[in-house]
């Protein structure tokens, strides 16, 4: 199945820079038009992006045109975070033969209701940005689509690591922790942190978990009293494990998932990635080190990616809300 990316960015907004990502990544498969495209915008369009979805699908010679905006693009090529840019995928193939997750794009604050147990579903939460399906934006700020794919595989990578054991909540009030383990919340904390991050916690980096494949529970706020307040109630008698994002560990997290994946499957006809804009360069200081795990291990594989608020996972039977985590799904052809 003939499948490539294409990336282009300027100085304004302009619906042409989606034409040109799709003629480039039409170039780049060797395609005179597409059964499918997988387009991404920045924020810099989310005010009027219909002129550039209706830019993409002429240049695609279809109308099967789906995404949405994201603080940042990316593909195998590279990745764009400080101008205006839009990055297609485009497949020969049109979605009627599809498995796998419905890719899903929102641009609510949280995961919709009436998508947390319904089919198994990936993508991205763009909040206040704007998603589109079929060549026209949603007006109720959902969207989704299907892909032609035998078999899709994930590779997650939260980029957590676990500090000591799991504890149990001895005192909680809502969204506060009071007592964990026997001791005050934060000094249970500060007990586990390496000594040169206990005198000022990088708040942002630290997170519980409740299992190791559940979202983690962010810190909103650390208290006078011992206490931090959590951005998710909790209960009595819940266990819970500290944990530290480090780029090191995102790293290695990214190339055990991807090599596994590798190890275990065919290579993949083309790839999407959702991410954080917390991870990616930002998180790492120098390049999206995820993407260049990526193309160490798919060196020929084509790759659309954005960096949104939060990514959409489909785990044990549901769907949840994951945050500064990077989502690589990996498609294999449909014709084989």
């Not at 991404?40 to 240049?59: K, S």
């Not at 909040?127 to 959902?142: F, H, I, K, L, P």
């Not at 500290?242 to 790293?251: G, K, S, T, V, Y």
Request: aromatic share 6%; glycine share 8%.
């Amino acid at each position: 199945m003939k499948a490539a990316s294409g990336l282009v960015s300027g100085q304004q907004p302009l619906p042409e820079l989606a034409g040109e990502a799709v003629r480039l990544a039409l170039a780049r498969a060797g395609l005179q038009r597409a059964g499918n495209v997988i387009l991404f915008l920045t924020r810099d369009f989310a005010r009027q992006p219909q002129p550039a979805v209706v830019a993409a699908a002429r240049a695609a010679g279809c109308l099967s045109v789906s995404g949405s905006t994201a603080h940042g693009l990316f593909t195998e090529t590279g990745w764009q975070l400080d101008q205006p840019a839009a990055a297609a995928l485009v497949i020969a193939a049109p979605a009627d033969n599809a498995s796998g997750p419905s890719l899903s794009f929102s641009t609510h604050n949280r995961l919709p209701f009436g998508w947390q147990d319904d089919r198994p579903r990936a993508g991205i939460l763009d909040s206040d940005g704007a998603v589109w399906a079929n060549g026209r934006v949603a007006e109720g700020g959902c969207a989704d689509c299907c892909l032609p794919t035998q078999h899709v595989w994930q590779a997650l990578s939260s980029g957590l690591r676990a500090l000591g054991e799991a504890q149990i909540i001895d005192q909680c009030r809502g969204y506060d922790l009071l007592r964990l383990g026997g001791q005050r919340a934060t000094d249970s904390l500060l007990r586990l942190l390496p000594p040169d991050l206990r005198q000022n916690p990088p708040w942002h980096q630290i997170a519980l978990l409740r299992s190791p494949n559940a979202p983690a529970i962010t810190i909103l706020s650390a208290n006078a009293d011992g206490s931090l307040t959590l951005a998710e109630s909790i209960e009595h008698a819940t266990m819970l494990t500290w944990a530290l994002r480090q780029p090191l560990a995102a790293e290695g997290q990214m190339h055990e998932a991807l090599t596994d994946a590798a190890r275990r499957h065919a290579t993949p006809a083309f790839a999407l990635m959702f991410s954080c804009i917390g991870r990616g360069p930002l998180f790492y200081g120098d390049d999206d080190r995820d993407l260049l795990v990526f193309r160490e291990t798919f060196p020929d594989t084509p790759l659309l990616g954005a960096y949104g608020t939060s990514q959409i996972v489909p785990l044990a039977g549901r769907n949840s809300l994951f945050h500064h985590t990077a989502l690589t799904l990996l498609y294999e052809s449909s014709h084989v």
